[in-house]
């Protein structure tokens, strides 16, 4: 016999980017002396981390909202974290070329954003076959391509050559992709696979379900140039003191910052979203 979900009605939805917002290498979790949390292994490894508060305030705060984890990630990667308050109904990969539904790819939204992807601009393929040709060893330490939607360098920040970035993203910008750096990551990203669009996605499922009112409000996070656009779309949002957006000096009127940067910033988001969800 099939078991019917209980639907429960939830305050907000919130949209929250992981990496360097919620969860924390030791490198990017800055110097405060803190008590931690381990949400993440790799080879039986320790890799990332909360504070012991913000993991209180996450499992509180889903209590009653609809959390959505936001990720860049690709589906194998995003399954080694174990966050606080999970199972989650949705998540989102891949920059949102990937919806999961009860830890499940949804193979629909998948079929429509490689349609998308399609009639945008250039290929997956010709695009790597450029950007391979632009880059060498002395500064890229690997080249990936995640979920066969886009593609990534990891790279020694200080040795990327002045003007690659600006150069290679005009390129890409003329041909439906973009190109943005976050760290030690420089990302190259069609424009039809971006989180704002999967999060509209999962906000009208949500809504047609029952789980979410017509009224409530979406709230965001985020660090990185990958995470503006949702940012912006959202009805409220923060970001960290750090990152991406805050090298670029990046500001909009519904976009709050926060005054912690590191690791504490997490707890300060987190603060956020329990209050921005009452409202």
């Known amino acids: 016999m099939n078991s019917l979900r209980t639907v429960r009605r939830r305050h907000a939805l919130i949209a929250t980017d992981l990496d360097r917002t919620m969860i924390y290498s030791h490198d990017a979790a800055g ?7 381990c949400v993440e292994n790799l080879d039986g490894a320790p890799l990332s981390f909360m504070t012991t508060t913000a993991a209180q305030r996450m499992r509180a705060l889903a209590e009653q909202a609809a959390i959505v984890p936001t990720t860049t990630r690709t ?3 995003f399954g080694r974290i174990r966050l606080p308050g999970a199972p989650w109904r949705y998540a989102i990969t891949s920059n949102g070329g990937n919806i999961l539904v009860d830890g499940v790819p949804d193979s629909r939204w998948r079929i429509a954003i490689d349609a998308a992807v399609r009639v945008g601009g250039a290929t997956l393929a010709e695009v790597s076959r450029r950007l391979r040709a632009r880059i060498d060893d002395s500064w890229v330490k690997k080249f990936r391509t995640a979920d066969h939607l886009f593609c990534y360098l990891v790279v020694e920040p200080q040795s990327v050559p002045e003007g690659f970035l600006v150069e290679w993203d005009a390129w890409c910008r003329s041909r439906g992709w973009s190109a943005s750096q976050q760290g030690r990551k420089i990302y190259t990203m069609p424009d039809a696979v971006c989180k704002s669009r999967a999060v509209a996605e999962v906000r009208a499922r949500l809504r047609s379900s029952g789980e979410l009112g017509a009224q409530a409000r979406t709230l965001a996070a985020g660090d990185g140039a990958l995470d503006a656009e949702m940012l912006c779309a959202a009805d409220s949002a923060i970001r960290p003191r750090h990152g991406e ?3 670029l000096a990046w500001r909009h009127p519904t976009v709050t910052v926060t005054r912690a940067a590191g ?3 997490g707890e300060e988001i987190l603060d956020w979203f329990h209050a921005a969800a009452a409202q």
Do not use: P, W
């Not at 110097?31 to 949390?37: F, L, Y």
């Open 31 to 37: 110097s405060e002396s803190v008590s931690t949390v």
């Open 75 to 77: 589906i194998q990667q």
């Open 245 to 247: 957006l805050e090298h």
């Open 263 to 265: 690791i504490l910033a």
